[in-house]
């Protein structure tokens, strides 16, 4: 099956700082997406990328899906985007995502 | 437009007992996607219904089944409950497959 991978694996961010983070897969996928979890738990849905780039507010999203990699871009950092950054990918028609171990992101004040 | 909705919240249950877990999708999303996450694991695909029939099946035991029903509400049934099945139970639905995936707030299981 696909394997995800994504780096670093933990980041810690002053406000207002800008940050990369990166997502390889193993194969060739038609559904990349990346998620935020939030302290609570909650799964909040980023960017449906499976190829290009995508801009939302301060969140941007490139794919490369010919060199298998993702990446996604925080600028100014808050307080708020601390928590968890998943990236899943999958293949084929169906729904079936496979998870990468996230990226831990901590910004401080 | 709600989100998805699962219930309950938060479970605890005893080892050998068997436990389902339900999930309303978005409305108009026709496919429901389970997910179980734990510390060691992570987020780990159970299974995805489209249209009442399972398309996809994740590595996990036949003690974890699922359904869809006609209005595209899914449960998730886990039977004979062991100690690592203690999780958070994640349910996403999208319009139709290979569509963004939108979690609801999950169930978390204990058992203990």
């Known amino acids: 099956g696909i394997q995800v991978e994504q780096s670093p694996p933990d980041l810690i961010l002053q406000e207002g700082a800008n940050s990369t983070l990166r997502c390889n897969f193993s194969?060739?996928?038609?559904?990349l997406q990346w998620f935020h979890q939030n302290p609570w738990g909650q799964l909040i849905n980023l960017f449906y990328?499976?190829?290009g780039t995508k801009q939302n507010g301060r969140l941007s999203a490139t794919t490369v899906a010919t060199e298998r990699y993702s990446l996604l871009y925080i600028s100014s950092s808050q307080t708020t985007d601390s928590g968890v950054y998943f990236c899943?990918?999958?293949?084929?028609?169906?729904?079936?995502?496979?998870f990468g171990t996230g990226t831990r992101l901590q910004v401080t004040l | 437009k709600a989100g998805v909705t699962q219930t309950p919240r938060y479970l605890i249950k005893t080892r050998g007992q068997q436990v389902t877990l339900s999930c309303s999708p978005i409305?108009?999303?026709?496919?429901v996607s389970w997910y179980q996450q734990t510390p060691g694991q992570g987020l780990q695909f159970l299974f995805e219904?489209?249209?009442?029939?399972?398309?996809n099946k994740g590595n996990f035991p036949g003690r974890f089944s699922g359904r869809q029903f006609s209005n595209s509400r899914s449960e998730m049934n886990v039977s004979t409950l062991e100690l690592g099945d203690s999780a958070l139970y994640l349910c996403?639905?999208?319009?139709?497959?290979?569509?963004?995936?939108?979690f609801g707030n999950g169930t978390r299981l204990t058992v203990t």
């Open positions: 996403a639905s999208s319009l139709v497959e290979a569509t963004p995936l939108h």
């Open positions: 194969d060739s996928v038609n559904n």
């Open positions: 990328i499976p190829s």
């Open positions: 899943a990918a999958g293949a084929g028609t169906a729904s079936k995502l496979t």
């Open positions: 409305s108009g999303h026709r496919s």
């Open positions: 219904y489209f249209s009442e029939t399972q398309r």
